[in-house]
Protein backbone atom coordinates (compact mmCIF):
# COMPACT_ATOMS: atom_id res chain seq x y z
CA UNK A 1 0.00 0.00 0.00
CA UNK A 2 1.38 3.21 -0.48
CA UNK A 3 1.92 5.85 2.08
CA UNK A 4 -1.09 8.01 0.73
CA UNK A 5 -3.23 5.03 0.93
CA UNK A 6 -1.92 4.57 4.31
CA UNK A 7 -3.12 7.68 6.44
CA UNK A 8 -6.39 8.09 3.63
CA UNK A 9 -7.41 4.76 5.14
CA UNK A 10 -6.63 5.85 8.73
CA UNK A 11 -8.16 9.57 7.95
CA UNK A 12 -11.29 9.51 6.42
CA UNK A 13 -13.12 12.58 7.62
CA UNK A 14 -10.07 15.01 7.76
CA UNK A 15 -7.31 16.40 4.98
CA UNK A 16 -4.01 17.08 4.97
CA UNK A 17 -1.51 19.87 4.50
CA UNK A 18 2.36 20.17 4.22
CA UNK A 19 4.16 23.51 5.12
CA UNK A 20 7.85 22.68 3.80
CA UNK A 21 10.40 25.57 5.81
CA UNK A 22 12.91 26.57 2.93
CA UNK A 23 13.57 30.32 3.90
CA UNK A 24 16.73 29.92 5.90
CA UNK A 25 20.08 31.59 4.23
CA UNK A 26 22.18 28.17 4.58
CA UNK A 27 25.25 30.41 5.03
CA UNK A 28 27.10 27.23 6.33
CA UNK A 29 27.33 26.00 3.50
CA UNK A 30 29.31 28.54 2.04
CA UNK A 31 27.86 28.25 -1.57
CA UNK A 32 26.16 31.13 -3.77
CA UNK A 33 23.22 27.59 -4.29
CA UNK A 34 20.83 28.06 -2.06
CA UNK A 35 20.88 25.25 0.55
CA UNK A 36 17.77 23.79 -0.57
CA UNK A 37 18.75 23.62 -3.82
CA UNK A 38 22.22 21.55 -3.69
CA UNK A 39 21.49 18.25 -5.29
CA UNK A 40 21.78 14.38 -4.03
CA UNK A 41 21.03 11.97 -5.91
CA UNK A 42 20.39 14.08 -8.96
CA UNK A 43 17.67 16.00 -7.68
CA UNK A 44 17.64 19.54 -5.24
CA UNK A 45 17.20 18.43 -1.59
CA UNK A 46 13.53 19.84 -1.15
CA UNK A 47 12.83 17.85 -4.50
CA UNK A 48 12.83 15.28 -2.03
CA UNK A 49 10.51 16.62 0.02
CA UNK A 50 8.22 17.65 -2.37
CA UNK A 51 8.70 14.18 -3.15
CA UNK A 52 7.51 13.16 0.30
CA UNK A 53 4.74 15.44 0.02
CA UNK A 54 3.21 14.31 -3.47
CA UNK A 55 3.13 10.48 -2.02
CA UNK A 56 1.42 11.71 1.02
CA UNK A 57 -1.57 12.77 -1.12
CA UNK A 58 -1.51 16.33 0.82
CA UNK A 59 -4.35 18.39 -0.13
CA UNK A 60 -1.85 21.60 0.07
CA UNK A 61 1.79 22.00 -0.21
CA UNK A 62 2.90 25.38 0.96
CA UNK A 63 6.68 26.12 0.63
CA UNK A 64 7.64 29.07 2.98
CA UNK A 65 10.80 30.95 1.13
CA UNK A 66 12.54 34.02 2.33
CA UNK A 67 16.69 33.76 0.93
CA UNK A 68 17.42 34.07 -2.51
CA UNK A 69 13.20 33.99 -3.02
CA UNK A 70 13.16 33.97 -6.75
CA UNK A 71 15.85 31.05 -7.38
CA UNK A 72 13.87 28.99 -4.62
CA UNK A 73 10.39 29.51 -6.17
CA UNK A 74 11.32 28.98 -9.67
CA UNK A 75 13.15 25.75 -8.84
CA UNK A 76 9.90 24.53 -6.24
CA UNK A 77 7.53 25.44 -9.02
CA UNK A 78 9.38 23.04 -11.56
CA UNK A 79 9.28 20.30 -9.53
CA UNK A 80 5.72 20.90 -7.81
CA UNK A 81 3.83 23.30 -10.13
CA UNK A 82 0.74 22.79 -7.53
CA UNK A 83 2.71 23.92 -4.65
CA UNK A 84 1.72 27.50 -2.78
CA UNK A 85 4.68 29.79 -2.29
CA UNK A 86 4.34 31.87 1.30
CA UNK A 87 6.90 34.65 1.90
CA UNK A 88 8.05 35.17 4.85
CA UNK A 89 8.42 38.63 6.49
CA UNK A 90 10.69 40.70 8.78
CA UNK A 91 10.44 38.33 12.00
CA UNK A 92 13.17 35.68 12.22
CA UNK A 93 11.76 31.84 12.83
CA UNK A 94 10.63 28.87 12.25
CA UNK A 95 7.53 29.54 14.43
CA UNK A 96 7.02 32.78 12.13
CA UNK A 97 7.68 30.58 8.97
CA UNK A 98 4.80 27.93 10.01
CA UNK A 99 2.18 30.97 10.91
CA UNK A 100 2.84 32.68 7.26
CA UNK A 101 2.09 29.35 5.92
CA UNK A 102 -0.57 28.40 7.84
CA UNK A 103 -1.55 31.95 6.34
CA UNK A 104 -1.35 30.50 2.69
CA UNK A 105 -3.89 28.23 3.57
CA UNK A 106 -7.43 28.65 2.35
CA UNK A 107 -9.43 29.64 5.87
CA UNK A 108 -12.11 26.88 5.84
CA UNK A 109 -9.15 24.52 6.03
CA UNK A 110 -9.19 22.50 9.27
CA UNK A 111 -7.54 19.18 9.04
CA UNK A 112 -3.54 18.45 9.90
CA UNK A 113 -0.67 20.60 8.90
CA UNK A 114 2.62 18.11 8.08
CA UNK A 115 5.70 20.52 9.08
CA UNK A 116 8.84 19.31 7.10
CA UNK A 117 11.90 20.85 6.51
CA UNK A 118 13.85 21.41 2.83
CA UNK A 119 16.94 20.46 4.03
CA UNK A 120 15.42 16.93 5.13
CA UNK A 121 15.79 14.61 1.98
CA UNK A 122 15.75 11.22 3.27
CA UNK A 123 12.63 11.56 5.62
CA UNK A 124 9.98 9.19 3.05
CA UNK A 125 6.28 9.23 3.07
CA UNK A 126 6.02 6.04 4.85
CA UNK A 127 7.13 7.50 7.98
CA UNK A 128 5.45 10.48 8.00
CA UNK A 129 1.48 9.06 7.17
CA UNK A 130 2.55 6.95 10.17
CA UNK A 131 3.22 10.45 12.53
CA UNK A 132 -0.08 12.15 10.34
CA UNK A 133 -1.79 8.26 11.44
CA UNK A 134 -0.98 8.43 15.14
CA UNK A 135 -1.29 11.92 15.22
CA UNK A 136 -4.93 11.65 14.02
CA UNK A 137 -6.39 8.00 16.11
CA UNK A 138 -4.74 9.68 19.14
CA UNK A 139 -6.23 12.78 18.90
CA UNK A 140 -3.23 14.78 19.26
CA UNK A 141 -2.79 18.22 19.76
CA UNK A 142 1.30 17.90 18.43
CA UNK A 143 2.89 14.70 17.48
CA UNK A 144 6.75 15.20 16.52
CA UNK A 145 9.77 13.23 15.31
CA UNK A 146 12.57 12.96 17.58
CA UNK A 147 15.84 11.20 17.61
CA UNK A 148 18.82 9.91 19.95
CA UNK A 149 22.02 10.80 18.72
CA UNK A 150 25.26 10.25 20.72
CA UNK A 151 26.34 13.63 20.10
CA UNK A 152 23.30 15.88 20.19
CA UNK A 153 25.36 19.24 19.88
CA UNK A 154 23.63 22.26 18.38
CA UNK A 155 20.31 20.30 18.41
CA UNK A 156 17.36 21.09 20.91
CA UNK A 157 16.84 18.74 23.75
CA UNK A 158 13.12 17.21 24.15
CA UNK A 159 12.79 17.09 27.81
CA UNK A 160 10.15 14.46 29.25
CA UNK A 161 9.33 14.35 32.54
CA UNK A 162 9.51 11.12 34.95
CA UNK A 163 6.90 9.06 33.79
CA UNK A 164 8.74 9.44 30.46
CA UNK A 165 5.84 11.88 28.85
CA UNK A 166 6.54 15.13 26.96
CA UNK A 167 6.94 18.00 28.54
CA UNK A 168 9.13 20.48 26.06
CA UNK A 169 11.53 21.56 23.63
CA UNK A 170 14.25 23.83 24.76
CA UNK A 171 16.72 24.87 22.30
CA UNK A 172 20.99 24.03 22.43
CA UNK A 173 21.62 27.74 23.36
CA UNK A 174 18.48 28.25 25.89
CA UNK A 175 19.74 24.81 27.20
CA UNK A 176 21.03 24.48 31.32
CA UNK A 177 23.87 22.33 31.61
CA UNK A 178 21.48 18.95 32.70
CA UNK A 179 19.49 19.33 29.31
CA UNK A 180 22.70 19.71 27.44
CA UNK A 181 22.91 15.95 28.83
CA UNK A 182 19.64 15.03 27.16
CA UNK A 183 20.42 12.52 23.97
CA UNK A 184 17.01 12.60 22.29
CA UNK A 185 16.86 15.94 20.14
CA UNK A 186 13.86 17.47 18.17
CA UNK A 187 13.78 16.21 14.53
CA UNK A 188 11.83 19.08 13.36
CA UNK A 189 9.18 17.20 12.16
CA UNK A 190 5.86 17.81 13.44
CA UNK A 191 1.87 17.29 12.86
CA UNK A 192 -0.54 19.76 14.25
CA UNK A 193 -4.08 20.11 14.73
CA UNK A 194 -4.61 23.47 12.53
CA UNK A 195 -6.98 25.56 14.85
CA UNK A 196 -4.84 25.01 18.03
CA UNK A 197 -1.08 25.48 16.21
CA UNK A 198 -2.81 28.86 14.43
CA UNK A 199 -3.79 29.98 18.26
CA UNK A 200 -0.75 29.13 19.84
CA UNK A 201 1.33 30.52 16.93
CA UNK A 202 -0.44 34.39 18.04
CA UNK A 203 0.91 33.67 21.68
CA UNK A 204 4.77 32.94 21.00
CA UNK A 205 6.79 35.42 21.53
CA UNK A 206 10.97 36.49 20.75
CA UNK A 207 11.82 36.21 24.68
CA UNK A 208 14.75 33.99 24.13
CA UNK A 209 18.66 33.97 23.24
CA UNK A 210 18.25 34.37 19.35
CA UNK A 211 15.48 36.61 19.30
CA UNK A 212 13.10 34.14 16.91
CA UNK A 213 9.96 32.62 16.94
CA UNK A 214 10.43 29.77 17.65
CA UNK A 215 7.69 27.07 16.61
CA UNK A 216 9.52 24.45 19.79
CA UNK A 217 7.57 27.30 21.79
CA UNK A 218 4.31 25.85 20.89
CA UNK A 219 5.04 22.89 21.95
CA UNK A 220 5.88 24.33 25.54
CA UNK A 221 2.76 26.50 25.33
CA UNK A 222 0.68 23.22 24.46
CA UNK A 223 2.12 21.29 27.20
CA UNK A 224 1.51 23.92 29.74
CA UNK A 225 -2.25 23.98 28.66
CA UNK A 226 -2.04 19.81 28.89
CA UNK A 227 -2.69 19.35 25.19
CA UNK A 228 -2.13 15.99 23.92
CA UNK A 229 1.59 16.02 23.21
CA UNK A 230 3.40 12.27 21.80
CA UNK A 231 6.85 12.45 20.85
CA UNK A 232 7.63 9.49 18.34
CA UNK A 233 11.12 8.41 18.37
CA UNK A 234 12.64 6.85 14.91
CA UNK A 235 15.06 4.01 15.35
CA UNK A 236 16.63 4.88 11.92
CA UNK A 237 18.45 8.90 12.33
CA UNK A 238 19.46 8.83 8.79
CA UNK A 239 15.53 10.08 7.85
CA UNK A 240 15.23 12.99 10.19
CA UNK A 241 19.45 13.94 9.18
CA UNK A 242 19.23 17.67 7.79
CA UNK A 243 22.10 18.82 5.77
CA UNK A 244 23.68 22.12 6.87
CA UNK A 245 27.10 21.87 5.14
CA UNK A 246 28.89 20.25 2.39
CA UNK A 247 30.28 17.63 5.37
CA UNK A 248 26.50 17.03 5.76
CA UNK A 249 25.82 17.04 2.38
CA UNK A 250 28.52 14.64 1.34
CA UNK A 251 27.33 11.88 4.17
CA UNK A 252 23.80 12.10 3.62
CA UNK A 253 24.73 11.85 -0.07
CA UNK A 254 26.51 8.34 0.28
CA UNK A 255 24.01 7.33 2.37
CA UNK A 256 21.28 8.37 0.08
CA UNK A 257 23.35 6.33 -2.70
CA UNK A 258 23.54 3.42 -0.61
CA UNK A 259 19.50 2.70 -0.07
CA UNK A 260 19.23 3.05 -3.96
CA UNK A 261 21.54 0.30 -4.59
CA UNK A 262 20.50 -1.85 -1.62
CA UNK A 263 16.96 -1.57 -3.31
CA UNK A 264 18.01 -2.28 -6.88
CA UNK A 265 20.22 -5.04 -5.79
CA UNK A 266 16.93 -6.68 -4.29
CA UNK A 267 15.20 -6.28 -7.50
CA UNK A 268 17.69 -8.23 -9.10
CA UNK A 269 20.56 -6.01 -10.28
CA UNK A 270 23.97 -6.75 -9.74
CA UNK A 271 25.69 -4.37 -8.16
CA UNK A 272 29.76 -4.79 -8.29
CA UNK A 273 30.93 -1.88 -6.70
CA UNK A 274 28.55 -0.40 -4.81
CA UNK A 275 31.15 1.94 -2.96
CA UNK A 276 31.91 2.87 -6.13
CA UNK A 277 28.45 3.01 -8.25
CA UNK A 278 26.38 6.03 -8.27
CA UNK A 279 22.55 5.21 -9.05
CA UNK A 280 20.39 8.63 -9.14
CA UNK A 281 16.64 8.73 -7.97
CA UNK A 282 15.00 8.66 -11.46
CA UNK A 283 17.31 5.89 -12.41
CA UNK A 284 15.59 2.84 -13.90
CA UNK A 285 17.35 -0.34 -14.21
CA UNK A 286 15.72 -4.33 -15.32
CA UNK A 287 16.32 -7.52 -13.74
CA UNK A 288 19.87 -9.13 -14.59
CA UNK A 289 21.65 -5.93 -15.05
CA UNK A 290 25.06 -5.95 -14.33
CA UNK A 291 26.42 -2.12 -12.85
CA UNK A 292 30.79 -2.90 -12.78
CA UNK A 293 32.93 -0.72 -10.71
CA UNK A 294 33.13 3.52 -11.60
CA UNK A 295 29.14 3.18 -12.57
CA UNK A 296 27.44 6.29 -12.53
CA UNK A 297 23.87 6.26 -13.93
CA UNK A 298 22.70 9.74 -13.68
CA UNK A 299 18.85 11.71 -14.73
CA UNK A 300 16.29 9.39 -16.08
CA UNK A 301 18.62 6.64 -17.17
CA UNK A 302 17.09 3.49 -18.17
CA UNK A 303 18.43 0.48 -18.50
CA UNK A 304 16.85 -3.24 -19.87
CA UNK A 305 17.47 -6.45 -19.01
CA UNK A 306 20.71 -8.59 -19.25
CA UNK A 307 22.24 -5.36 -19.96
CA UNK A 308 25.93 -4.47 -18.94
CA UNK A 309 27.39 -1.39 -17.78
CA UNK A 310 30.89 -0.68 -16.93
CA UNK A 311 33.25 -0.40 -16.11
CA UNK A 312 33.95 3.34 -15.64
CA UNK A 313 30.59 4.82 -17.70
CA UNK A 314 28.41 7.45 -16.94
CA UNK A 315 25.26 7.63 -18.40
CA UNK A 316 22.80 10.65 -17.88
CA UNK A 317 19.38 10.62 -19.09
CA UNK A 318 20.15 7.85 -21.69
CA UNK A 319 17.92 4.19 -22.60
CA UNK A 320 19.78 1.31 -22.98
CA UNK A 321 18.03 -1.84 -24.47
CA UNK A 322 18.27 -5.20 -23.30
CA UNK A 323 21.91 -7.30 -23.67
CA UNK A 324 23.65 -4.66 -24.92
CA UNK A 325 27.53 -4.14 -23.51
CA UNK A 326 28.41 -0.38 -22.55
CA UNK A 327 31.58 -0.24 -21.26
CA UNK A 328 34.19 2.86 -20.42
CA UNK A 329 31.56 5.46 -22.17
CA UNK A 330 30.22 8.95 -21.64
CA UNK A 331 26.87 9.29 -22.80
CA UNK A 332 24.18 11.89 -22.62
CA UNK A 333 20.92 12.09 -24.08
CA UNK A 334 21.35 8.96 -26.49
CA UNK A 335 19.77 5.26 -26.85
CA UNK A 336 21.70 2.17 -27.43
CA UNK A 337 19.64 -0.16 -28.85
CA UNK A 338 19.27 -4.30 -27.81
CA UNK A 339 22.00 -5.78 -27.67
CA UNK A 340 24.75 -2.80 -29.12
CA UNK A 341 28.19 -2.77 -27.86
CA UNK A 342 29.35 0.76 -27.14
CA UNK A 343 33.43 1.26 -25.86
CA UNK A 344 35.57 1.21 -24.61
CA UNK A 345 36.62 4.49 -24.63
CA UNK A 346 33.02 5.83 -26.38
CA UNK A 347 31.58 9.82 -26.40
CA UNK A 348 28.06 9.73 -27.04
CA UNK A 349 26.64 13.29 -26.91
CA UNK A 350 23.37 14.00 -26.80
CA UNK A 351 20.51 12.56 -29.61
CA UNK A 352 23.40 9.85 -30.78
CA UNK A 353 21.50 6.80 -31.16
CA UNK A 354 22.73 3.38 -31.63
CA UNK A 355 20.30 0.62 -33.42
CA UNK A 356 20.22 -3.19 -31.98
CA UNK A 357 23.27 -4.81 -32.72
CA UNK A 358 25.17 -1.95 -33.59
CA UNK A 359 28.54 -1.04 -32.50
CA UNK A 360 30.29 2.19 -31.48
CA UNK A 361 33.96 1.31 -30.53
CA UNK A 362 37.19 2.27 -29.72
CA UNK A 363 37.60 6.01 -28.76
CA UNK A 364 34.73 6.99 -31.08
CA UNK A 365 32.52 10.09 -30.52
CA UNK A 366 28.76 10.87 -32.16
CA UNK A 367 26.53 13.67 -31.51
CA UNK A 368 23.35 14.14 -33.41
CA UNK A 369 23.84 10.98 -35.01
CA UNK A 370 21.50 7.30 -35.60
CA UNK A 371 23.46 4.39 -36.52
CA UNK A 372 21.33 1.58 -37.73
CA UNK A 373 20.54 -1.48 -36.62
CA UNK A 374 23.76 -3.87 -37.44
CA UNK A 375 25.61 -1.20 -38.18
CA UNK A 376 29.50 -0.12 -36.84
CA UNK A 377 31.58 2.10 -35.91
CA UNK A 378 34.76 0.32 -34.70
CA UNK A 379 37.46 2.88 -33.52
CA UNK A 380 38.90 6.55 -33.94
CA UNK A 381 36.23 8.26 -35.69
CA UNK A 382 33.63 11.14 -35.44
CA UNK A 383 30.06 11.55 -36.79
CA UNK A 384 28.32 14.44 -36.45
CA UNK A 385 24.69 15.22 -37.29
CA UNK A 386 25.12 12.15 -39.58
CA UNK A 387 22.63 9.26 -40.23
CA UNK A 388 23.72 5.97 -40.72
CA UNK A 389 21.75 2.88 -42.18
CA UNK A 390 21.37 -0.72 -41.79
CA UNK A 391 24.47 -2.88 -41.52
CA UNK A 392 26.95 -0.67 -42.78
CA UNK A 393 30.86 -0.24 -41.91
CA UNK A 394 32.40 2.87 -41.13
CA UNK A 395 36.36 2.60 -41.27
CA UNK A 396 38.54 3.56 -38.89
CA UNK A 397 39.33 7.26 -38.87
CA UNK A 398 36.04 8.18 -40.55
CA UNK A 399 34.90 11.60 -39.44
CA UNK A 400 32.11 14.14 -41.15
CA UNK A 401 32.94 17.39 -41.92
CA UNK A 402 29.45 18.53 -40.74
CA UNK A 403 30.61 22.28 -39.90
CA UNK A 404 31.18 24.89 -42.59
CA UNK A 405 32.10 28.06 -40.30
CA UNK A 406 28.28 28.98 -39.94
CA UNK A 407 26.04 26.59 -40.20
CA UNK A 408 26.01 22.83 -39.42
CA UNK A 409 25.22 20.05 -42.27
CA UNK A 410 23.84 16.38 -42.57
CA UNK A 411 25.82 13.15 -43.81
CA UNK A 412 23.44 10.44 -45.10
CA UNK A 413 24.69 6.93 -44.96
CA UNK A 414 23.04 3.97 -46.74
CA UNK A 415 22.67 0.37 -45.92
CA UNK A 416 25.30 -1.99 -46.12
CA UNK A 417 27.76 0.76 -47.10
CA UNK A 418 31.63 -0.08 -46.80
CA UNK A 419 33.78 2.79 -45.93
CA UNK A 420 37.31 2.80 -45.47
CA UNK A 421 39.89 3.81 -43.96
CA UNK A 422 40.48 7.74 -42.69
CA UNK A 423 37.65 8.70 -45.00
CA UNK A 424 35.89 12.54 -44.37
CA UNK A 425 32.33 13.08 -45.62
CA UNK A 426 31.97 16.42 -46.49
CA UNK A 427 28.65 17.74 -45.58
CA UNK A 428 26.01 17.90 -46.86
CA UNK A 429 26.38 14.67 -48.33
CA UNK A 430 24.35 11.76 -49.16
CA UNK A 431 26.14 8.26 -49.63
CA UNK A 432 23.95 5.67 -51.36
CA UNK A 433 23.25 1.95 -50.45
CA UNK A 434 25.66 -0.37 -50.83
CA UNK A 435 28.58 1.86 -51.82
CA UNK A 436 32.33 1.27 -51.08
CA UNK A 437 34.86 3.90 -50.59
CA UNK A 438 38.49 3.95 -50.61
CA UNK A 439 41.01 4.65 -47.72
CA UNK A 440 42.00 8.18 -47.68
CA UNK A 441 38.76 9.23 -49.62
CA UNK A 442 37.29 12.29 -49.23
CA UNK A 443 34.27 12.57 -50.02
CA UNK A 444 32.56 15.87 -51.26
CA UNK A 445 29.73 15.03 -53.31
CA UNK A 446 26.84 12.58 -52.99
CA UNK A 447 27.63 8.93 -54.44
CA UNK A 448 25.46 6.82 -55.97
CA UNK A 449 23.83 3.27 -54.76
CA UNK A 450 26.58 0.76 -55.99
CA UNK A 451 29.39 2.89 -56.94
CA UNK A 452 32.99 3.10 -55.66
CA UNK A 453 34.37 6.57 -54.39
CA UNK A 454 37.90 7.43 -54.54
CA UNK A 455 39.95 10.20 -54.62
CA UNK A 456 43.32 8.93 -55.15
CA UNK A 457 46.49 11.17 -56.13
CA UNK A 458 49.41 9.62 -57.39
CA UNK A 459 52.53 9.46 -55.28
CA UNK A 460 55.47 11.23 -56.23
CA UNK A 461 58.29 10.51 -54.66
CA UNK A 462 61.27 13.18 -54.66
CA UNK A 463 64.70 11.32 -53.96
CA UNK A 464 67.37 13.22 -52.18
CA UNK A 465 64.77 15.64 -50.82
CA UNK A 466 65.42 14.62 -47.01
CA UNK A 467 69.49 14.93 -47.80
CA UNK A 468 69.33 18.59 -49.64
CA UNK A 469 66.82 20.16 -47.05
CA UNK A 470 67.13 18.13 -43.85
CA UNK A 471 71.24 18.21 -43.55
CA UNK A 472 72.37 17.22 -40.21
CA UNK A 473 69.33 15.16 -39.06
CA UNK A 474 69.22 11.72 -37.77
CA UNK A 475 67.29 11.33 -40.70
CA UNK A 476 69.44 12.62 -43.48
CA UNK A 477 72.18 10.60 -42.00
CA UNK A 478 70.28 7.87 -42.24
CA UNK A 479 69.27 8.46 -46.19
CA UNK A 480 73.18 8.96 -46.66
CA UNK A 481 74.32 5.48 -45.38
CA UNK A 482 71.43 3.64 -46.98
CA UNK A 483 72.35 5.42 -50.39
CA UNK A 484 76.21 4.62 -50.16
CA UNK A 485 74.96 0.53 -49.48
CA UNK A 486 72.68 1.16 -52.95
CA UNK A 487 68.97 -0.17 -53.00
CA UNK A 488 70.25 -3.87 -52.89
CA UNK A 489 71.19 -3.63 -49.56
CA UNK A 490 68.01 -1.62 -48.20
CA UNK A 491 65.89 -4.54 -50.14
CA UNK A 492 68.02 -7.25 -48.18
CA UNK A 493 68.09 -5.45 -44.90
CA UNK A 494 63.88 -4.75 -45.01
CA UNK A 495 63.60 -8.89 -46.37
CA UNK A 496 65.59 -9.72 -42.86
CA UNK A 497 63.72 -8.14 -40.41
Known amino acids: MDAGALWRNAVTETNLAVIVLAAGAGTRMKSRT ?3 LHRLGGVPLIGHVLHTAAELGAG ?3 VVVRHDRDRVVEAVLELAPEATIADQDEIPGTGRAVEVGLEALPDEFGGTVVVLSGDVPLLDSGTVARLVQAHVERRNHLTMLTAAYDDPSGFGRVVRNEHGEFEAIVEHKDATEAQLRIREIN ?3 YAFETATIRRVLRSIGQANAQGEKYLTDAASVLSREGGRIEAV ?5 WLVQGVNDRLQL ?3 AAEYNRRIIAEWQ ?13 IERDVTLAPDVELFPGTQLRGATSVAEGALIGPDTTLVDCEVGA ?7 DATLSVIGARASVGPWAYLRPNSIVGDDGKIGTFVETKNTTIGTGSKVPHLSYLGDTTVGEQSNVGAG ?4 NYDGVEKHRTTVGDHVRSGSHNVFVAPVTIQDGVYTGAGTVVRKDVPAGSLAISVAPQRNIEGWVVANREGTAAAEAAARASERGPESTTRESESM
Open 266 to 278: REGVTVHDPATTI
Open 233 to 237: QVTDN
Open 187 to 189: AGV
Open 323 to 329: DAVVKRT
Open 398 to 401: TITA
Open 34 to 36: PKV
Open 60 to 62: HTV
Open 250 to 252: GAT
